[in-house]
């Protein structure tokens, strides 16, 4: 390794940074204002490199030169921008007071119908944009090659470090961003709109976003997979620079780039890895990252479950209903079977994310992670281990419960927004590790031949399995909920030091409930595995986290049955609407923007609800 | 003459529990009224209810002739009505000036506005101190700013929230004199007090309230001659 080669790197990792400052400076500004993480950012982003690499060619079709690339640059971000005012004004402004589990999820709706809309307006190809005029030849640096578009996004950041710093300091609308930053109430006692200021804001954090992207595209072609890995990157930047601060933001591009340059001399397989120990690191000294400042955590912040007498008729009630499932074979197509044996799955997945959601108040934004450790755990132990069902199905739930000791450890001591964030970005590593390390996980491609053992092939024998498994495991959980241990998590959700104040070891109580619901999910994966007979990286992904969350909120937070009638809505939904139409992915994100507008409680919950408003 | 705030049958609650049962007062233009009561009695309450920081009911809520009942807080202010809250609410990370830029509207017909040149002259220990941050400052250069950075909206009145508590004692004689200030300046003044000795120097009105209920209206200087009744509302 000689000197050049460390300064190539370094200037490779410098590159990085700046347009990670770029993108990420844009959510961390929103962020500081509307305290909403803006999910829709990497969307935002993404829209800006498919417009800039629509739009440039055909500027410099009109006009070739380095003016006209720029102006396209701009031009495209602008018009993020724009789409920026139009989020605020039809969603964004409809729940700045809503808990940040539904703020999250409405605007992963947004990422969800954006997904759709981008295939329909560019087309399914990756598209890559045009070099840029003038800065087309490598340049050479003690004897190397470097690529002079990576120079120019070098100063490209500090250009934009600068320009934001100047909006904040130096503009009245930026000291009023400052000032509501800290206080947005003492801001409209002194006779300011806010709906202005907030649009204004979501302007300038489209546009940074918009800049983001559309500076991308002499380098990586425009495709539908930017948003969610470029969220995931800033998601990290904001949170160790501290939630809100720009110079924050700045210090940990600037780190997480050198990091990501050299860790792959380190890691080669996953540079995330190392992102990751940073995070960790970084969250175990400064829990609110760089320049953060402690959230107040408010009431209005927590849903769940509420402590509740069990109810008389319920033992009966699940028998009942458990016959009634375990009569199905006898009238169902092994069709219907495989779809029944999904929802039960899903079920349990759905579950134990409301042990941590509804019960501990802990939202979760990557509950993937556990799932998809329990699927990996059984399918590595068919795949290298010869393990037989029975084998590996326990694998699998150990492995995500080991998963769930070491990620909860460090994020017990996390709450709120960066809880969400965090669980997300340990999803991301997971699914990145999956997907980079071939040799062990196959890659893209996952591992297939995961099987059940002959007898047990047959769809019915394996649903009634399931049926006996999730019914062991959900009566397991639920006797969880109702135990003391339960009260001490929702005694801790509802009032970190009043549980503290009677003695309760409230991390403790919620690393537990981190280990046992990612026991719970990866049991879920595990079975899953079997069913479907092979694994892949997207059982760790975002949407597959999404999915659990919709499940709870389709069936209601506040219900502890929620999440068993969300999974077979959404599931017989999908399984019925999407083969019918392009558009799943659309109408899905609209659907949960709509609940979380109009249908906060859920299906249960609300049922539950209006009984209660008669009683 | 009409009344420049008028209030009547304000109510209003923290979910469950009532707070304010029903209060009715004016406040003369010019004028400065004191709203006296013990710690929890409910001022503070009463104060964020007329400008909608805490949602509230009442029968009549009008400031010069606009009903304000119901109307977003940035618009109550934009009428002219300032309100200065008791933990003072400073902008730690902004500097003296750029709080004060906070709170800058435009002027209004008829009056010369407030400018921060003025400002600095009506609170000179501001004017030392134009570049500090706000939490490089003490509790009453604070309470300073946050009275002159309402100022700076050119307010017809202001409701002040408190203005003496937790300062240093020198600096309740010059809050006294920039109340005095303000009011020959033709701002009215909604000030909520438990100290009576600094209503009684500055207020020409008293409102006194107990447990949310009004238990005596009248000029401060009956008030003031009235032991039973002041035993009897504030315990002194
Ligand atoms: N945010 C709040 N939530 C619940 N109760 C409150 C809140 N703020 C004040 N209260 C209650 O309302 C009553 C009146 O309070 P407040 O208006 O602050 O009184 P004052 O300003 O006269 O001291 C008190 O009993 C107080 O405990
Ligand atoms: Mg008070």
Known sequence: MDLSFILIQALNGLASASSLFITACGLTLVFGVTRIVNFAHGSLYMVGAYTAATLVPRLLEMSYGPATFWAGIVLSALVVGLIGILLEILLLRRIYRAPELFQLLATFGVVLVFQDLVVQIFGPQDILGPRAPGLRQPIEILGRRFPSYELALIIAGPIVLGAVWLLLRRTRFGILVRAATQDRDMVAALGVNQALLFTGTLFCGAFLAGLGGALQIPRVAANTGMDLSVIAECFVVTVVGGMGSVPGAFLAALIIGQLQAFGILIFPKSTLVVVFLLMALVLAIRPNGFFGRPEATGGSHVVGIASRAPVRSGPLLMIAVLVVLAALPLIADPYLLKVATEILILALFAFSLQLLIGVGGLVSFGHAAFFGLGAYGAALAVKWLEASMFVAVPSGLLLAGAGGALIGAFLVRLSGIYLAMMTLAAAQILYAVAFQWVDVTGGDNGIIGVWPPAWAGPRAIYYLLTLAVTAIALFGLTRLIDAPFGYALRAARDSEPRAESIGLAVRRHRWLAFVAAGAGAGLAGALYAFSRGSVDPSLLGIPTSVDALTMLLLGGIQALTGPLAGAAVLHALRDWIMPLTPFWRLLLGLSIITMVLIFPRGLVGTVFHGREERA | ?236
């Open chain 2, 1 to 236: 003459m009409n009344p420049l705030l008028d209030v009547s049958g304000l109510k209003a609650s923290y979910g469950r529990a009532q707070v304010l049962f029903g209060l009715s007062f004016q406040l003369e233009p010019g004028e400065v009224t004191a709203l006296i009561g013990r710690n929890g009695a409910g001022k503070t309450t009463t104060l964020k209810a007329i400008v909608s920081l805490i949602p509230a009911q009442a029968d009549r809520l009008v400031f010069k002739g606009h009903p304000i009942s119901g109307l977003s807080t940035y618009r109550i202010a934009r009428l002219g009505l300032g309100y200065v809250p008791e933990d003072r609410r400073i902008f730690t990370d902004l500097t003296v000036e750029e709080n004060l830029e906070v709170g800058r509207q435009g002027a209004r017909p008829g009056r010369s506005p407030w400018t921060p040149e003025r400002l600095f002259r009506l609170f000179p220990n501001l004017a030392t101190m134009k570049r500090r941050r706000g939490n490089e400052m003490s509790g009453g250069e604070q309470q300073m700013l946050s009275i002159a950075r309402t100022l700076m909206g050119n307010p017809d009145a202001i409701l002040l929230d408190e203005p003496s508590e937790g300062i240093a004692p020198v600096l309740v004689q010059a809050m006294a004199e920039a109340v005095r200030a303000m009011k020959s300046e033709g701002v009215a003044i909604l000030l909520s007090e438990q100290n009576w000795a600094f209503a009684a120097a500055v207020a020409d009105k008293a409102c006194v309230i107990e447990r949310g209920e009004m238990r005596y209206q009248g000029p401060m200087a009956d008030f003031m001659n009235d032991e039973a009744l002041r035993r009897q509302t504030l315990g002194v």
